[in-house]
């Protein structure tokens, strides 16, 4: 789901070893919330039929990391969040969820989505092969009355309405203090502590 | 909107403490709203934590036992929800309460806002402000629509009180579903208490450190000795020295802790965005010019490995003479 302009993300998919890509590109879906884009991304996503859905966490502009689960709630399949692994064998997805203190093993039988965090594996660069491959592949453009979307998403369907944008005020630069002696230095710290009551 | 509804996360009955936030939370808005504040608390170990509930101002407690993972927690949030007639659902910005909020968000087709630091009520309608782009700029969104909205609040910013409130604990009936998830085990790889994202003080370790072992060790000591919690920077997470959920900043959590240390931490921008609103921020770097230094409050420039013991010990005398 991109304007036009994201065509080249798209290729770069391909030229690491996307078979197929399709685009959802329509300025009804420009300005989308949170749940329109779930809502416009499941329409596209339902009409490729995938047996596993497989999500980033969270962007990095925005950082909700909520779309995985609306997304999975919107397509009716079980959704497996936070996965530093993951792995298919005989119609059941299985991965590790990180947890606050270490990981559940869990697992659901596919179709599913899973959310991968960035633990699950390193990007690979994009090989000269790919790239050239990808230049010849056609990327599939969709409109939203394409994917069967009949509902209001983009700016006017927002259920979560931006009103204000602002700017925080900006931080200080603080005190810097040379420390060849780590004794002296660990005093500074205490005192610095004690003056902001954390001691 | 009317109404507010809390959801409760918990391990065992044991209530983690960004969702007594919500629960405190939820009375505030409920009373801005002219409503009842409501928390849902599911899964093994439910009612337990629905006893802890009520010394909390909440006027209902929802406790369903079923164990069912996500899906029981978005199920009962959503009965409640749906009986109240109108509400606001507020859950903690984790990873359960993220999972939980989302899907019922999409389920009841509602806005929903992410990392909530601050809320404005006017006329029955809730705005959410929220740092984004890494705190940059802060925005305010308003839940349109006068059913159901979502918040998930940024652990660590609103307050949590006891209060002599003693709410009324209601079981929510069995909805007799099976689980489309199945938990298999859980692994506890550290014994940590708290997350990066709900401790007070979080003491970070970053590419200064050389290995993995001062994670455990001069770090862990300093952390232990505020009650906080050890974090990393993107450079450690990713040289394997520590697993990646106690990674701050771009890829990691974004948090805001009371006292934030960052030793051995440059302070590039993809660290900076995660703890940039800590209410303080010291550093501890060999390098007195790194760019944390045009942020942090107080940078001690030296041996990060000579220095962090002695602070620790430095820490532990002071406390004691406190306690």
Redesign the interface.
């Known amino acids: 789901m991109t304007p036009a302009s994201g065509k080249e993300i798209v290729r770069k998919a391909l030229a690491m070893g996307a078979d197929d890509a399709v685009m959802l590109s329509d300025d009804a879906v420009g300005g989308s ?3 329109g884009t ?1 809502v416009a991304l499941a329409a596209t996503i339902k009409a490729q039929s995938p047996d596993l859905v497989i999500t980033g966490t969270q962007s ?15 397509l009716g ?6 996965a ?1 692994k993951l792995e298919v064998d005989g119609g059941r997805v ?1 991965v590790e969820r ?12 596919l179709p599913a989505l899973v959310s991968v ?3 699950a594996n390193e990007p690979r660069y994009p090989s000269l092969k790919g790239i050239m491959g990808a230049k010849k592949k056609e990327i599939k453009q969709l409109a939203a009355a394409d994917v069967g979307l009949t509902v209001a998403v983009g700016t006017d369907g ?11 005020p900006a ?1 200080a ?11 002296e ?6 005192q ?3 003056e ?1 009551k ?2 | 909107m009317q109404n507010v509804v809390a959801f409760i996360e918990h391990k065992h009955g044991a209530i983690r403490r960004s969702s007594l936030e919500a629960a405190t939370q939820a009375r505030t808005l409920a009373d801005q709203l002219g409503g009842k504040a409501h928390a849902v608390v599911a899964g093994p170990g439910a009612q337990q934590a629905a006893e802890t509930l009520k010394k909390y101002p909440l006027d209902q407690i929802h406790v369903s036992e079923e164990d069912r993972f996500i899906d029981g927690a978005v199920d009962a949030v959503e009965a409640v929800a749906k009986g109240a007639g109108s509400a606001l659902v507020l859950v903690g910005n984790t990873m359960i309460g993220r999972d939980v909020g989302s899907r019922f968000a999409a389920r009841v087709d509602c806005g929903i806002n992410a990392d909530v630091t601050d809320f404005k009520v006017e006329g029955g309608e809730v705005s959410c402000v929220m740092p984004k782009l890494g705190g940059l700029v802060i925005t305010t969104c308003k839940l349109t629509g006068s059913g159901f909205g979502v918040a998930a609040i940024r652990p660590n910013v609103f307050a949590a009180k006891e209060t002599s409130g003693a709410g009324e604990i209601v079981q929510i009936p069995s909805s007799g579903k099976a689980s489309t998830v199945t938990v298999e085990d859980e692994v506890e790889e550290a014994a940590a208490e708290l997350g990066v994202e709900e401790a007070s003080v979080v003491v970070s370790g970053g590419r200064g450190m050389g290995g993995p072992e001062p994670f455990t060790t001069i770090l862990k000591d300093l952390a232990d000795a505020f009650g906080g919690a050890v974090g990393a920077s993107r450079a450690a997470v990713d040289a394997g020295w520590i697993p990646h959920g106690h990674q701050v900043g771009q890829t990691g959590k974004t948090i805001s802790p009371q006292l934030y240390i960052a030793v051995g931490i440059s302070g590039a921008i993809q660290h900076k965005v995660g703890m940039r609103t800590s209410e303080t921020i010291i550093a501890i770097n060999k390098d007195g010019s790194a760019p944390i230094a045009e942020f942090a409050d107080l940078l001690v420039a030296g041996d990060a490995f000579a220095i962090v013991p002695e602070l620790t010990k430095l820490v532990r005398d002071a406390k004691a003479v406190h306690a």
């Open positions: 919330d949170l749940w779930a990095t502009d925005a950082i909700s990391g909520d779309l995985p689960g609306m997304l999975a709630e919107k399949i079980p959704g497996l969040t936070y530093r299985r990180e947890t606050e203190t270490g990981y559940m093993r869990v697992s659901a039988p965090t960035k633990s927002a259920k979560a309405q931006l009103t204000d944008l602002a700017t925080p931080r630069k603080g005190q810097v203090i040379q420390a060849p002696d780590a004794a230095g660990a005093r500074a710290i205490v610095f502590l004690k902001r954390f001691l």
